[in-house]
């Protein structure tokens, strides 16, 4: 069974400041995906980011990029520029690709201050 | 377009009693999921569905809860007989198929009282 870690409950930093969330992973899978949601105090679960295991090159979306170490099973989120509406929980998940659920962490939350 | 919606969004029920909870899914897509997020943290899975059939049950909690998606869209989980430790938000999520994203929706709200 996979499992995934996020050993930062909370997290808190000034606006425009770059934060790093970090999230380890335990599977014996060797193609897989990892995400990164975003959710926010409305419930609404969103998608920021994700990577697969196969690609090399870590992803990026605009201001949020990963840091993917395959052999340490770690993903990190880099939020770079942090603003006001970055506050939220952020959840780590995996997937492995002949899978269909989505296994998450147990979510960092992340505070921006003016 | 139109997102996941769930309804109700909030819910109070009493120990014992049954609740339904609805998932519209995004028109088209083949998977639907449910989740269990309990206060504080990261959803789990419950259930998943390909169309109308429910390929996956293994993360149910006891036999009390029941979902099912008799035409391949909407979902409903039932929960019978409830308990304080159902407690939690439900989240339903729906995807095209196997490697898409899972969109998820609001969730809804479950105090059992």
């Known amino acids: 069974a996979q499992t995934v870690t996020q050993s930062q409950p909370e997290m808190s930093v000034q606006e425009a400041e770059t934060v790093t969330l970090s999230c380890t992973y335990d599977?014996?899978?060797?193609?897989?995906?990892l995400f990164w949601y975003k959710q926010p105090p409305s419930r609404q679960m969103i998608l920021v980011i994700r990577?697969?295991?196969?690609?090399?090159q870590n992803a990026t979306e605009n201001r949020f990029s990963v840091n993917f170490q395959k052999a340490a099973k770690s993903f990190s989120l880099k939020i770079s520029d942090s603003q006001l509406g970055d506050t939220a929980m952020y959840f780590c998940?995996?997937?492995?690709?002949?899978?269909?659920?989505?296994?998450f962490g147990q979510g960092t939350r992340l505070t921006i201050n003016p | 377009g139109a997102g996941v919606s769930q309804s109700p969004r909030y819910k109070v029920a009493k120990r014992g009693q049954d609740v339904a909870l609805r998932c519209d899914p995004i028109?088209?897509?083949?998977?639907l999921f449910w989740y269990q997020q309990a206060l504080g943290q990261g959803p789990e899975f419950l259930t998943y569905?390909?169309?109308?059939?429910?390929l996956d049950k293994s993360g149910l909690p006891s036999d009390r809860f029941f979902a099912e998606r008799p035409e391949g869209s909407v979902s409903t989980l039932k929960i019978q007989r409830t308990q304080q430790e159902d407690s939690a938000v439900y989240l339903c999520?729906?995807?095209w198929g196997r490697g898409y994203e899972q969109y998820f929706g609001p969730g809804t709200r479950l105090t059992v009282t």
């Open positions: 999520a729906s995807t």
């Open positions: 028109s088209g897509h083949v998977s």
């Open positions: 569905f390909q169309n109308e059939a429910q």
């Open positions: 599977t014996s899978e060797s193609n897989y995906y």
């Open positions: 990577q697969e295991a196969y690609k090399q």
């Open positions: 998940a995996f997937k492995a690709t002949g899978a269909q659920k989505l296994v």
